[in-house]
């Protein structure tokens, strides 16, 4: 059996759909899973043991040069990918007119949101079928799950299940302070209402330089690398990461003691690969988007409810503690 899940944006949301591979392929153990995923997240369904191929789109870019020859070239191209192989069942877990298209473009029958779920109603005509949910009364995570069962027909009836942690864990990354106690900070975000005081950041490193450990700054574009830079240069013992792809930031978060990040998609794949993490949340509810997947994890404030450095550094404590051994 050959399945195609669409989830193609953004970071964060692909990361919340990983639990819904894991549940197909628990059901079905020779299913083939392919993902079709922007090109600039293409690395993490790749993470999953489960997904046999991945399938990269650039609707972003696409959408920026849409009048350049080599624009349709690659888009010819990625219509071909979608098209190599005749699909049991194609996901579109997104809901958009843009995932719309791109599972119409595959070939087999589109399971997708109703026109009363789908984020926008427009996308449930290109669905053979419609699976209808409280769309806004539940984490990602669990919508995700939800279609996949309805899609499929299996029932969900064990925990959810990201499974990053064995591939993370043997692939080979240059470890920047191998023997130390290091936390992963991820303080960028792609919309400024996400963003975290500056000097919040700089009490909290001081707070855990104090303790001995080194925080690592990450960043993926030249913007949030000069950012990175002026908020390092406020704190104590700071070091601003070398640019880095999606996989080598998940197997440096599951290495680290400590990630500490905004409401990002790098936040939620270091829970997703199990690293004792705090999410700092400042314009979206946790319990709609809060991290799922470690076992060692929290998540901090809301709309319009930017934690207090007080509060972040208990909940450090709180998640060092979930995260030692037992003895």
């Known amino acids: 059996m050959r399945v195609l899940i669409v989830k193609t944006s953004s970071m964060g949301d692909v990361v919340h759909a990983l639990p819904m591979v894991s549940d197909i392929a628990r059901a079905f153990p020779r299913v083939r899973i392919d993902w079709a995923v922007e090109e600039a997240f293409a690395d993490i369904p790749r993470l999953h043991p489960a997904v046999t191929r991945v399938v990269p789109v650039a609707l972003r870019r696409w959408r920026q040069q849409l009048l350049t020859p080599a624009t349709w070239r690659q888009m010819l191209d990625?219509?071909?990918?979608?098209?190599?192989?005749?699909?049991?069942?194609?996901?579109?877990?997104?809901?958009?007119?843009?995932?719309?298209l791109v599972a119409w473009s595959a070939r087999g029958p589109v399971t997708g949101f109703s026109f009363a779920s789908a984020r926008e109603p427009m996308a449930a005509l290109f669905y053979r079928r419609k699976v209808t949910i409280d769309y806004w009364s539940m984490h990602a995570v669990d919508r995700n799950r939800r279609i996949g069962a309805a899609a499929l027909g299996y029932p969900l009836d064990s925990e959810e299940q990201f499974c990053l942690r064995l591939r993370v864990a043997q692939m080979g990354a240059e470890d920047p302070l191998a023997g130390s106690r290091t936390v992963l900070l991820l303080t960028n975000a792609s919309r400024s209402s996400k963003l975290w005081p500056d000097?919040?950041?700089?009490?909290?490193?001081?707070?855990?330089?104090r303790q001995g450990m080194v925080s690592l700054l990450a960043w993926g574009s030249l913007a949030e690398q000069q950012a990175s830079v002026q908020r390092a240069a406020r704190m104590q013992s700071a070091r601003v990461l070398p640019r880095s792809s999606v996989a080598q930031i998940a197997v440096l978060a599951a290495k680290a003691s400590l990630v500490v990040g905004l409401d990002t998609g790098l936040t939620h794949l270091a829970a997703a690969v199990g690293a004792p993490t705090v999410g700092i949340f400042c314009d979206h509810d946790p319990a709609d988007v809060g991290l799922r997947g470690?076992?060692?994890?929290?998540?901090?404030?809301?709309?319009?409810?930017?934690?207090?450095?007080?509060?972040?550094?208990?909940?450090?404590?709180?998640?060092?503690?979930?995260?030692?051994?037992?003895h």
């Open 78 to 100: 990625a219509r071909r990918a979608l098209r190599q192989t005749r699909y049991h069942t194609i996901i579109d877990c997104q809901g958009l007119v843009k995932s719309a």
């Open 199 to 209: 000097e919040h950041w700089s009490a909290l490193e001081h707070a855990l330089a």
């Open 294 to 326: 470690s076992d060692h994890i929290l998540s901090l404030g809301g709309a319009s409810q930017v934690p207090a450095v007080a509060d972040v550094l208990a909940a450090v404590e709180r998640v060092q503690a979930l995260a030692a051994p037992a």
